[in-house]
């Protein structure tokens, strides 16, 4: 019975949606980018799903934490600038994240045909 309980309670899509959080990053960061901008970019993005799956309960802790994440990953490398009196710190994608995005849109490639071939629409 702990056993049902458990699995129950396993949420695979939280994983997915760090996942594609991440690479969603990795695209809008291909130009100096702010934090705050992607997160509300995210979210508008996100409106019409909540509720409904991956991604609709984003919130900009999640956005901030995966780009933490990729930070230390060295997928990106951020730069702060002042301004008007306060730092702001900015983010873009390094060589080797430009080759993860690169790999994780190949993997969703490869995934829609394996999904249509596994569903009967290929």
Known sequence: MSSAVHISKYH??????????KV?????LKDWNYPYSIANDIKEGCK????????????????YNAINSL???NYIISKTELKSGRVHRYYKT???GAAALNR????????LKA??????DA
Do not use: N
């Not at 969603?24 to 809008?28: F, N, Y």
């Not at 994780?104 to 995934?111: N, S």
């Not at 999904?115 to 009967?120: D, E, K």
């Open 48 to 63: 019409e799903w909540h509720g409904k799956g991956i991604l609709s309960e984003v919130k900009k802790s999640d956005v």
């Open 24 to 28: 969603i990053i990795l695209k809008k």
């Open 115 to 120: 999904f249509a071939a596994l569903m009967g």
């Open 12 to 21: 695979p899509h939280k994983e997915l949606s760090k996942y594609v959080l």
């Open 71 to 73: 930070e230390r990953q």
């Open 94 to 96: 390094t060589k080797s």
């Open 104 to 111: 994780a849109l190949r993997l969703r490639e490869e995934m």
